[in-house]
């Protein structure tokens, strides 16, 4: 069964996300023309979903105490109902679906219970140490998250060496996804034309800002629509992480088309 990413579980661990600038409308229908030949200049890769396949994990924990609280969901309904949103307006939302406040503690034990799970169960996505082997440009990951939270969980499958000094997180700037600017200040500090970028995303949310940022953007599928993902922008979809070195290397397998279903 297709599944969506839980947007505001990029804030397992860190703080700062709490906090964050709210969501700006996405950007689907803006019209960016994708780069078709040549080789990319810099690969950004969003974290969690695309290198580490935490959200199944972390959904469930999310689901599991929304039932504790009473507030009977699936994990497929928490998919549809929290996507693409910070922890903090996760929590708004469950209070106006409960009619009470959540409790103080809650966004504390959701941490320490998602930390508790992914401790024992994360693991790097399918075929991506292979993808990093093979593709011949820099690369680097933009996300969400914080820089803790991208350390440990890149720390835990054994990628963190792969990005050292190539981490770029919410942090870092003004707004997170939709809006562009973790991916233009990706590819400032690293030196890369935007036009020149291809962006590697999984949700709708991060599909939108790779196309705000006038980059290419490659949806991986395995978990999400592809449907979604067109809608949201992205020029190529694919669903098996061994095709991306070919997508982006070979503008023919590119006209092919993905092979993702675009099922909701």
């Known amino acids: 069964m297709a599944r969506t990413r839980l947007g505001c579980f990029a804030a397992i661990i860190p703080r700062q ?3 964050a600038a709210p969501l700006a409308p996405g950007n689907a229908g803006t019209v960016v023309a994708a780069k078709a030949f040549g080789s990319f200049d810099l690969v950004i890769f969003d974290c969690d979903g695309v ?3 935490s959200e199944p994990i972390t959904s469930r924990v999310f689901a599991q105490m929304l039932n504790e609280l009473g507030l ?3 994990v497929n309904q928490v998919f549809e109902q929290f996507v693409g949103q910070s922890l903090a307006h996760c929590l708004e939302r469950v209070s106006l679906l409960l009619k009470r406040d959540v409790p103080a503690d809650f ?3 959701y941490q320490q219970r998602a930390a508790e799970a992914l401790k024992r169960e994360l693991k790097a996505v399918p075929g991506i140490e292979g993808v990093l082997e093979t593709i011949q440009v ?3 990951v933009a996300s969400n998250g914080s820089m803790e939270k991208m350390q440990v969980t890149l720390g835990m499958t054994g990628l963190l060496p792969r990005f050292k000094d190539r981490l770029f997180s919410i942090s870092e700037v003004a707004r997170g996804k ?3 600017d973790i991916f233009l200040y990706a ?3 690293s030196g890369a034309s935007p036009s020149a970028c291809a962006v590697i995303e999984d949700t709708s949310t991060g599909v939108a800002a790779g196309v705000a940022a006038a980059m290419t953007v490659f949806g991986y599928c395995a978990h999400t629509p592809a449907q979604r993902l067109i809608d949201a922008g992205a020029h190529y979809t694919f669903d098996r992480m061994s095709e991306l070195p070919g997508l982006l290397s070979d503008p023919v397998n590119r006209r092919r088309g993905g092979t993702c279903s ?3």
């Open 17 to 19: 996300y709490l906090n």
């Open 51 to 53: 290198l580490v396949d």
């Open 72 to 74: 009977a969901v699936t």
């Open 107 to 109: 966004a504390h034990r």
């Open 138 to 140: 820099p690369y680097c």
């Open 178 to 180: 939709p809006h562009p």
């Open 187 to 189: 590819a400032e500090k």
């Open 262 to 264: 675009t099922q909701s």
